[in-house]
């Protein structure tokens, strides 16, 4: 997986999906049993056991640690839970600059867990990578600003061009918690980072370059060339190439753009990993297949490719579908 992030070719084609771990898994449901999600995150032996379920059960080339986006925020004091069926939900949404102060700057300190859970998985895992996130400034500012999920994300998109210069601050701030976040996993021992900018496909390309990029850029240049960067957001066609001049080793490619105009659009100069739609995974195995064939295929013109989704598993995804997945593209040296 390390292999291909940095533009080497793999023995095989190297796959994780995002979301791998969590409700497509039996095992998953079962240790979480009335263990709420935030609670869960700060258990490092069940964030351990939950890290390791999908690398047992479908042989993926990556873990990705198990925690959530807005862990960081909760661990700096910010008010929030995640709410089954719904996402992040923040008690008190941010609006002016006296809040910057309910966001302090993250130290390693209040994350010992992450630590802790990081160093076990390393151990445990071996050779097997493990992939470290964070949430990118954008989509954390997002859940603040509106106080939970969002189709429009209108009082942010009010708020960055309303008043940018506290626009910039929080997302100055963002930054210090995304990029200290990925610092304490690269030291705990995770060989590549990712970092989501889920919701930032909402943005047209001139917004995105002056009030995000310089953002996301301090955070991954921050993370510098220690470990390969994957930089990833949802409906992101019109973003791709500066979210990859960003300071990313490989571009995260949703199932709305195909590999080949992804590579096309960033000069072949960068990894990419995905992008098999999540849905079709509820098509019929022929279906599948032949998608999963057609991308490995695709994927041979990037430097490097690592087989994902184009964004996460659905929690009703039949989990036998996915080991196949990741059958198929191994036996396609
Ligand atoms: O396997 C993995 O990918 C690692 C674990 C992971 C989780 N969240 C676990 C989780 C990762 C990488 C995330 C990141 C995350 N969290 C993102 C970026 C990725 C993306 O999907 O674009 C975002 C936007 C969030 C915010 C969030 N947290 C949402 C939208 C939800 C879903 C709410 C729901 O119940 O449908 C969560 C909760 C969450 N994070 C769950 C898991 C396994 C489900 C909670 C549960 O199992 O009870």
């Not at 969002?150 to 918690?177: F, V, Y």
């Not at 370059?209 to 992101?236: C, D, M, N, Q, Y």
């Not at 994927?299 to 059958?327: C, K």
């Amino acid at each position: 997986m390390v292999t291909a992030a940095r533009g080497g070719t793999a023995r095989h084609t190297p796959v994780w999906f995002m979301r791998q771990a969590g409700r497509s898994l039996p095992e998953y449901k079962k240790v979480r049993e009335g263990i709420p999600m935030l609670e869960s995150c700060v258990m490092p032996e069940l964030v351990h056991e939950i890290t390791m379920q999908p690398v047992r059960r479908h042989d993926v080339d990556a873990a990705i640690l198990f925690s959530d986006i807005v862990v960081p925020l909760k661990a700096v004091g910010v008010d929030l839970d995640i709410v089954a069926g719904t996402g992040p939900v923040v008690a008190e949404p941010f609006a002016t600059r006296a809040d910057l102060d309910r966001i302090p700057e993250l130290t390693p300190e209040h994350v010992p867990y992450i630590t802790e859970a990081v160093g076990s998985l390393v151990a445990e895992l071996g050779a097997t990578p493990l992939i470290g996130f964070s949430g990118a400034p954008f989509t954390l500012a997002s859940y603040l600003v509106e106080g939970g999920p969002s189709k429009n994300h209108e009082r942010t998109k009010a708020l960055m061009h309303g008043d940018p210069a506290l626009w910039s601050d929080l997302c100055a701030r963002l930054a210090q918690i995304a990029a200290t976040f990925l610092q304490v996993q690269i030291e705990a021992g995770a060989s590549a980072v990712q970092l989501f900018d889920s919701w930032v496909g909402a943005l047209p390309r001139a917004d995105y370059l002056r009030f995000v990029e310089p953002h996301s850029r301090a955070v991954l240049e921050a993370v510098g060339e220690r470990v390969p960067r994957i930089h990833f957001g949802v409906g992101t066609g019109e973003l791709l190439a500066d979210m990859a001049a960003a300071g990313a080793d490989v571009i995260g490619v949703d199932y709305r753009v195909s590999l080949t105009d992804a590579v096309a659009r960033t000069r072949g100069q960068y990894a990419v990993q995905g992008n098999l739609d999540p849905a079709l995974l509820f098509a019929p195995w022929p279906v599948i297949e032949e998608r999963v064939r057609a991308i490995v295929a695709e994927g041979r013109q990037a430097p490097g490719h690592i087989f994902n989704l184009g964004h996460g598993v659905l929690p009703t995804t039949d989990p036998t579908v996915l080991t196949r997945v990741v059958e198929l593209v191994h036996s396609l040296a």
